[in-house]
């Protein structure tokens, strides 16, 4: 099992509709989670993190943490084509030599169509 | 402006020649960490450093070498380079326990 799961998709939502991107984990210990956009050809860059279980909100970004199933969420609302990227979740480790380390998932390709 | 910055943008190479991408950060981080991305397969870890002079390996650190002499520097070193290490490569740093990693821009790395 990897460590940490994405749907690689393509998802394909029209314009204004939300959008959902999902990621379980498999280490039960880990303490920090992330989601990170990224455009073709360009790095990653950091748009939520999420620690506690429930819902963070920012804009019209939600991600949402549920610990022990193990799952995090994003929902982008009233979606636009410039949010047409890569998602990818990320998963910080919690101690020992995994401190500080993030592992990632495959990442889910979004599509927006207008 | 606080950056990590790599460079080459783009490499080509030839198989067995050995290269260096470098990667400086002026934000004063300890940790530091290089990632390759694939397709399909994500950003992989191939090795991080916690300080200066303490370095340990990730998740694919086979053929690679890293060095971290300065705080602000992070080398990835490629011996002898194969057509398998061809793949975009991402350096990153961060404060330990921050929110998140800052990137570089990346380096597009093609061994024939």
């Known amino acids: 099992q990897k460590e940490v799961e994405q749907n690689s998709g393509p998802l394909s939502v029209p314009e204004g509709a939300i959008a959902s991107l999902n990621c379980t984990y498999s280490?039960?210990?880990?303490?920090?989670f992330f989601w990170y956009r990224q455009y073709s050809g360009k790095s990653p860059e950091l748009i939520m993190f999420?620690?506690?279980?429930g819902d963070k909100e920012d804009g019209r970004f939600t991600a949402q943490l549920n610990k022990a199933s193990q799952y995090v969420s994003l929902l982008i609302r009233d979606s636009q084509p410039s949010d047409s990227a890569t998602y990818l979740c990320?998963?910080?480790?919690?101690?020992?030599?995994?401190?500080?380390?993030?592992?990632f998932g495959q990442g889910t390709i979004l599509t927006v169509h207008p | 402006e606080a950056q990590v910055t790599q460079n080459p943008r783009y490499l080509i190479t030839v198989t067995g020649k050995k290269l260096t991408v470098t990667c400086s950060q002026n934000?004063?981080?300890?940790?530091m960490s290089w990632y390759r991305q694939d397709p399909g397969l994500g950003l992989r870890q191939i090795y991080y450093?916690?300080?200066?002079?303490?370095?340990d390996k990730g998740d694919v650190p086979e053929g690679y070498k890293v060095s971290r002499k300065e705080k602000r520097n992070f080398p990835l070193i490629l011996e002898s380079p194969s057509p398998n290490q061809t793949s975009l490569y991402f350096c990153?740093?961060?404060?330990?326990?921050?929110?998140?990693?800052?990137f570089g821009s990346g380096t597009r790395l093609t061994v024939v």
């Open positions: 990153a740093s961060s404060f330990p326990g921050a929110n998140g990693y800052t």
């Open positions: 280490d039960r210990g880990s303490q920090s």
């Open positions: 999420i620690y506690s279980n």
């Open positions: 990320a998963v910080k480790g919690a101690g020992g030599t995994s401190y500080g380390k993030l592992t």
């Open positions: 934000m004063n981080h300890e940790y």
């Open positions: 450093s916690m300080n200066v002079e303490v370095t």
